[in-house]
């Protein structure tokens, strides 16, 4: 199954995973727990690479966590490999 939130351009660093997290929720209140392990993950080096792309709580950011992940993580034919992104950035209001 795959999987995708976002953290809207302008999102406070320091609430960057809180909205993530909530985004999650919404968005897959029944995950399978493949998706659930991934996200999880995610979360954790979301909270790792913050102090490294925006170290100031009120600094603005912008993001997307993204997966996809296969029954036991097992490749299946016809559908895509298990994989999980994670992309992160400064954001400066104009």
Not at 14 to 38: D, M, S
Not at 44 to 50: K, Q, S, T
Not at 64 to 80: D, F
């Amino acid at each position: 199954m795959s999987w995708s939130v976002s953290i809207p351009a302008g999102t406070l660093a320091g609430e960057a995973a809180n909205v993530a997290e909530r985004a999650f929720q919404a968005a897959y209140p029944e995950p399978t727990a493949e998706v659930q392990e991934q996200f999880d993950h995610a979360l954790e080096a979301l909270g790792v690479l913050l102090p490294v792309v925006q170290p100031d709580p009120a600094g603005l950011v912008s993001g997307n966590l993204n997966g996809h992940a296969n029954p036991e993580h097992q490749p299946q034919v016809g559908w895509a490999n298990d994989m999980v992104g994670l992309s992160l950035a400064q954001f400066t209001a104009a």
